[in-house]
């Protein structure tokens, strides 16, 4: 049977929040995925795949897709360049209500990041 639980606000006892603070400013969808060799999910929520358009380029494809293309993306690669670490730049691709294209940039040019994250919120 299903049903549906209407309430105005969460607390675990001590700190409470509105309903809408959970639904409102909860990732829509998020992924972990190493982005060098062949590109593999190592953790997400809403996402069924990635697809490698190329070197640091990629499209994260959503399991259930968002209302509309209207959605706040955040980014972050990462990459190891023998002894110098350090984060590449997402310039946004193209976004659409089943997927958003995330390219990266880095400066020791534009190599696969080894780690990327991607959170969605809508």
Request: proline share 2%; hydrophobic share 35%.
């Amino acid at each position: 049977m299903a049903g549906t639980l209407t309430i105005s606000t969460l607390s675990d006892g001590t700190n409470s929040t509105s309903a809408t603070n959970c639904i409102q400013g909860s990732a829509k969808a998020w992924v972990n995925f190493n982005g060098t060799g062949t590109v593999a999910i190592m953790a997400s929520y809403n996402v069924s795949s990635i697809t490698d358009n190329g070197t640091s380029d990629y499209t994260v494809n959503f399991t259930n897709a968002m209302p509309d293309a209207n959605y706040a993306v955040c980014s972050i690669g990462y990459h190891k360049v023998s002894v110098t670490e350090g984060s590449m730049a997402a310039l946004q691709g193209s976004q659409a209500s089943g997927s958003v294209r995330i390219q990266y940039r880095g400066n020791a040019g534009s190599p696969d990041p080894e780690t990327v994250q991607i959170a969605v919120f809508r």
